[in-house]
């Protein structure tokens, strides 16, 4: 049977209640708020620049603020930095869900009304909290993109930049910080003070921001510092707000997020190659980047390889263990290419990667290849079986996708006999990869693509999968550790694109581990209650959390999936590790659906059951 739903723990319970109790405090002091003088904001905006760096103790916090938030803060300060950081946790979820609710009628009558609001009235305590959780040894502050999405649209409507004010006086007191998710607010300006004050930052999501190459070179420890002059002086509000250059400075002492391992830079769109390639050079701690605009990731470095001397591509070394090249793409690697690339990324261990089947073997290159996401744009192919022959000892996650066009001409370049078949993608990558790559834990395979006749022919396909006994005889050895598989075939009207019954219930039946299982396209020919019966018979499923088996992700129709409600009594009484029941196109009708959700509900089990149809004939 199922997990059973179980209680919350105390604590959780605890950090939701003050959760509660401080969310109502700080919107409360975010509804008093008003708007500072302009030597207030002087002080505040344009810090000493001549004064050593160091955090604001909480001393100096608890000095600056005024005698309500000091009468929470003396509140919050009774509980321990940990447990302030998972309160902070729940406030922000609290805030979210407060967003979203109704949004889009809330942001229409915030402009109906703007005239007669405050800005205040946009600050949703969140300018409160920033503001009181300085000082605090906190190492996560994770804001979901779609919060900040919600507080960047409210600014937007208010035309005030006051919630990253509010950033830029506040991250000075979070120098614990090692996760920071600023999305959608974030300028060259904010990375400015992150940069100077957050050295131990390890991961920093920029993603759909206004930061441009000048901030990621902040980030990445540049000594030139450029000012916008005022009247008054030197203002941290006007840095880098805009493109304009009025004065350089030299400052020393500015080391930049050195530790900083994962950054993610998508639909930043001022973010040039150029910056990236600064990031890249001077930030030699990176481990991750997100980044695809005009180009991708892999696009950029191979365009910046070809153009170092040979010396300088014996000194340059990035620790970089994943990239990415999708689309749209500009080029397409070559066999040079993925020299260079092994040579300055060679601790790589993930790569996705849109290509032909050709340079799938050139993959081999890299030494410690974990994981590998390949996108084929003409066949599955012996290129990919000849990288799963040198490498898929150590390979722990494939995931194949061959979209060729089905409807073309089954031969590829005959001259060559890489002539094409039809029909056998989910079949040949699925034996390849478990005779070859035999510790694989994650498998997709997905598209309608064709593949090579002489990879067929190399694997001795036919025979083996038609070989009741073979494949029996298989499930000792292959799929031993793998926890996910998915299968996806994009086209309904191809009944071909499917997978071999037999191999099908070999792999199940060997995955004693699976915790994962998506099949989706053309499977309804499959399976059936005695087929899942069978299985089960032989392999409990018992590590099973996920099961989603359709003919697509829409909604569904019933019957499509010859599974009945035999079946769902059978997985309920076997798995018990299951969470997650999709039956949209099963043989499951309005009544037996309620009988189910009536059992889970009964029993109190930890399982979503789910069905979604269009119509049903009973």
């Not at 960047?152 to 006051?162: Q, V």
Request: charged content about 25%.
């Amino acid at each position: 049977m199922p997990p059973r739903v179980a209680p919350s723990s105390l604590y959780s319970l605890s950090c939701q209640g003050v959760a509660c109790l401080l969310l109502k405090g700080c919107q409360a002091l975010d509804k008093r708020w008003e708007e500072p003088s302009q030597e207030d904001q002087q002080m505040l905006l344009s810090p000493d620049r001549g004064a050593p760096l160091h955090p604001p103790d909480r001393e100096e916090v608890y000095l600056q603020l005024s005698p309500a938030h000091r009468t929470i803060l003396d509140w919050l300060v009774n509980l321990p930095d940990r447990v302030v950081e998972d309160v902070v946790v729940d406030l922000l979820a609290k805030v979210e869900v407060q967003l979203l609710e109704d949004k889009d009628q809330k942001l229409i009558m915030s402009i109906i009304n703007i005239e007669k609001m405050k800005i205040s009235d946009f600050f949703f305590g969140v300018h409160s909290l920033l503001s009181l959780v300085q000082g605090f040894e906190i190492q996560s502050l994770k804001f979901s993109r779609r919060l900040m999405f919600c507080l960047w649209e409210y600014g937007e409507i208010a035309n005030s930049k006051l919630l990253m004010d509010t950033m830029c006086t506040s991250l000075p007191g979070l120098s614990s910080l090692t996760i920071l998710n600023i999305p959608h607010i974030s300028t060259d300006r904010l990375l400015y003070v992150v940069s100077k004050h957050l050295p131990n930052l390890i991961f920093l999501d920029l993603s759909s921001s206004r930061v441009t190459d000048r901030g990621v070179r902040y980030l990445a420890g540049a000594n030139q510092v450029t000012y916008v002059k005022t009247m008054e002086g030197r203002n941290i509000n006007n840095v880098l707000d805009t493109h304009k250059e009025e004065e350089t400075s030299e400052e020393s002492g500015h080391e930049g997020c050195s530790k900083l391992e994962h950054i993610n830079l998508q639909s930043c769109e001022w973010v040039t190659e150029k910056g990236l390639r600064f990031l890249l050079e001077h930030l030699t701690s990176l481990k991750r980047v997100e980044y695809h605009q005009r180009s991708s990731l892999m696009e950029v470095m191979i365009k910046w390889a070809s153009t170092m001397t040979e010396e300088e591509q014996d000194k340059t070394v990035l620790n970089l263990i994943e990239v990415e090249h999708g689309f749209p793409y500009g080029l397409s690697p070559l066999s040079e290419h993925m020299t260079k690339l092994s040579t300055l990324i060679p601790n790589l261990t993930t790569i996705t990667l849109v290509t032909e089947d050709k340079v799938v073997d050139l993959l081999a290159m890299f030494p410690h290849l974990k994981s590998i996401k390949v996108e084929l744009e003409d066949c599955l192919g012996e290129g990919f079986i000849h990288l799963l022959e040198e490498k898929g000892s150590q390979l722990e996650e494939i995931s194949v996708s061959c979209s060729s066009d089905p409807e073309a001409s089954l031969s590829l370049d005959q001259m060559e006999g890489r002539e094409g078949q039809q029909g056998q993608l989910f079949n040949l990558a699925t034996v390849c990869v478990g005779l070859l790559a035999r510790g694989v834990k994650k498998l997709s395979v997905s598209g309608c693509g064709l593949v090579s006749s002489a990879a067929v022919r190399k694997m001795k396909l036919q025979d083996k999968i038609g070989n009741s006994v073979w494949l029996r005889r298989q499930m000792d050895s292959w799929f031993q550790s793998l926890e996910m598989l998915i299968l996806m075939s994009y086209e309904d009207n191809l009944p071909s694109m499917s997978i071999h019954s037999g191999l099908l219930k070999s792999v199940l039946m060997a995955a004693k581990s699976l915790s994962v299982l998506n099949l989706e396209g053309n499977f309804g020919s499959i399976f059936s209650d005695s087929y899942l019966s069978e299985i089960v018979t032989e392999n409990p499923l018992s590590s099973l959390r996920i099961l989603d088996i359709c003919v697509n992700d829409q909604q569904g129709q019933v019957g499509r999936i010859p599974l009945t409600l035999t079946t769902v009594q059978l997985l309920l009484s076997k798995c018990h590790c299951l969470r997650e029941l999709r039956i949209s196109d099963w043989n499951i009708s309005s009544q037996q659906f309620a009988e189910v959700m009536g059992v889970v509900k009964e029993n109190n089990w930890d399982l979503v059951v789910t069905r979604r149809v269009v119509a049903e004939g009973d």
